[in-house]
């Protein structure tokens, strides 16, 4: 719901109420760009803690104010948000939809949740087209919202003048080339076929969408191993997806190169840069901290559920797809399955770890830091 995680207890959708369905795809909608967000937009006098809680609802370590004011960024966020919504909600109309499966599925792609009319998601149209407009607006949603109004503003190089675009679309290219070969005459005989599904599973959950058009776990391993890669390395900072983010994921590594060269060339003075500007020691600090958190919280939900005896692969997939915010993972919790069969217990610990996973952990941890209530 309003963590766009995605991840169900319901069976058999299609007899669930039309009120109720499009209940849950609004909570989508509204949670994508998040509700702090929102109320940033209608409450312009929150001050500091306006500017605190937007760091932490717009994902990422360094946030790209657009305007002076977090209000006005707030407005100029929600005015892209509605407008590729209107988009896709037309388009999906004229590949067959109608207006209450288009809204519905416009709301889960933009705000990168998955929910879905049907119990098979995506895959119970069978639409070469839905697939490819669900494709082109996960993609969307996945990327850096100030780069879409700056390209609609007309910065026509906006895209490719942002390196963690560059590696989100990088990342997207080599992991869909690999799963479309890998499911190539394995499970699909033409390679229009594998491409297509391919394409559509690895861009959903990377952008951590979670809506599905084919029974992934069917497919050879190596293809489920990059998918669950994928529900790791996320979207891009600044956009509606979860995941640890592209944007930390690519500074990581650039600091392990950093660290690796100075190895070699112990006296060589280099800094790690973002954008043509150096990334301070804190910001790297802070991501390694983010990183160590994310790892060490998804391996303590993981045990916990084994705990409970939950198998081995639902456990880890669960873990990694909730905290992620991804909804649908491997096992019990795989893509033509849910959550139903999980604990109860079980169902309390992911809920506390989608929460963890939306509001990007240092929010909800400071909670119980003593300090942060004396202050």
């Known amino acids: 719901g309003f963590t766009t995680t995605g991840a169900s207890v319901l069976t058999n959708i299609e007899t669930v109420s ?23 937009a209608i409450l312009p006098f929150l001050g500091i803690g306006g500017l605190q809680l937007y760091k932490a609802e717009v994902p990422g ?3 790209d104010k657009l305007k002076p004011r977090i209000r006005d960024t707030a407005l100029v966020l929600w005015k892209v948000y509605v ?15 109608d207006l209450f499966d288009a809204l519905c599925h416009a709301f889960g792609t933009m705000a990168t949740g998955g929910f879905s009319t049907h119990t098979l998601s995506i895959g119970s149209y069978q639409s070469p087209y839905v697939d490819t407009v669900i494709i082109v607006f996960m993609l969307f949603a996945g990327i850096n919202f100030s780069l879409h109004y700056r390209f609609l503003k007309g910065e026509s190089l906006s895209f490719w003048r942002n390196s963690e675009f560059r590696f989100f679309i990088g990342a997207v290219t ?7 070969f890998n499911i190539y005459h394995t499970v699909y ?11 559509f599973q690895v861009i959903s959950i990377i952008t951590t969408t979670g809506y599905s058009t084919a029974d992934y776990e069917r497919w050879p391993s190596l293809s489920q191993n990059i998918l669950f890669i994928c529900m790791f390395l996320g979207a ?16 990581l590594l650039k600091h392990s190169y950093k660290q690796l060269f100075h190895l070699i060339h112990p006296h060589a003075v280099t800094q790690v840069k973002l954008g043509g500007k150096p990334v301070s020691n804190e910001v790297l600090h802070s991501i390694w901290g983010y990183f160590m958190l994310y790892l060490g919280l998804f391996v303590l939900c993981a045990f916990l559920l084994a705990a409970m005896r939950v198998d081995v692969v639902t456990s880890f997939a669960a873990a990694a797809a909730t905290i992620g915010n991804i909804g649908p993972g491997l096992g ?5 399955d849910n959550y ?3 604990p109860v217990l079980g169902k309390w610990v992911l809920i506390l770890s989608m929460l963890l996973g939306r509001l990007e952990i240092y929010t909800i941890l400071i909670l119980f830091v003593p300090e942060f209530w004396r202050k």
């Open 18 to 40: 039309r009120g109720f369905l499009f209940w849950r795809s609004l909570t989508h909608w509204l949670g994508g760009m998040g509700i702090i967000v929102l109320s940033l």
């Open 61 to 63: 370590p360094v946030p």
């Open 83 to 97: 407008l590729f919504s209107a988009a896709e909600t037309l388009l999906l109309m004229l590949g067959g939809m």
């Open 174 to 180: 080599i992991f869909f080339l690999v799963v479309t």
């Open 189 to 199: 005989e033409t390679f229009s076929e594998a491409i297509r599904y391919g394409a």
């Open 236 to 251: 891009s900072a600044g956009s509606t997806g979860g995941g640890m983010k592209c944007l930390r994921i690519m500074l």
């Open 332 to 336: 019990m919790v795989g893509p033509m």
């Open 340 to 342: 139903v069969h999980i």
